[in-house]
């Protein structure tokens, strides 16, 4: 009897008393890493801009890029690589062709006419007679022929150039790959390098109109906390 009593003492023990669960050893995802931060574009005020090779068309689209990136006012270009926000890398690539324009064109015009004619008139009178007659004809021909044709050739100079920017933990936060024939006012190295920039550049301005609604709510939200 004691035995039982003891038994229903533990079991009553235990129904109150609950297990206590285990901390969790996992450990809590990283928050606010550039690799996962929409965002990370708009932290990019100050640029360095890393060399695309030792070639001169290299050298000349990466100096394009530089002149573009000062014109937005949007940027800063620093040549000191340890206060760039990111850097700018890039590879560039120029090429010329020749392309052959030929142009043909004739027109001709021909034209015949032709006519004959023929008479032959008699008369005879007691063994006598005389006999006349005519006759005649023409034909005229006339032939008339134009051609135009020309031959050139034309220069053609395309460059491209690919871009990305990279954070200072070398994370590629944007990139972007361009190519040109040569704009309406410039060539095709100097256009090329405008059009990475205004790429840049629309990102950019769409990562502030995606974020504008985001920033505006966050204040009702608290308030209504």
Known sequence: MLAQF????????????PPVAKPSTTAPSAVGDDDSDPT??????RIYVESFGDDVISRELQSMIVSSLVATKRFKVTE??????????????????????AYGES???????GGSHGEVSGSVVNGNGTISGSSGGGFVARHM???????????????RV???????????IWTSTQESKGGKYQGASADVADKCVKQLVRDIEKLQGAAA???????????HN
């Open 107 to 113: 027109t001709s015009v021909g034209a015949a006419s």
């Open 40 to 45: 990370a574009l708009l932290k990019v005020k």
């Open 213 to 223: 609604p985001r920033v505006a709510t966050e204040p009702k939200a608290a308030e």
């Open 6 to 17: 003891l038994i229903a003492g533990l079991l009553l023990q235990a129904a109150t008393n």
């Open 162 to 172: 690919a871009i990305r920017l990279v954070n200072p933990d070398g994370d590629v």
């Open 80 to 101: 000191n690589r340890e206060r760039a926000d990111a850097i700018l890398k890039g590879v560039a690539l120029e090429k010329t062709s020749q392309e052959l324009h």
């Open 145 to 159: 022929g134009t051609s135009d044709s020309s031959v050139n050739t034309e220069t053609i100079n395309e460059a």
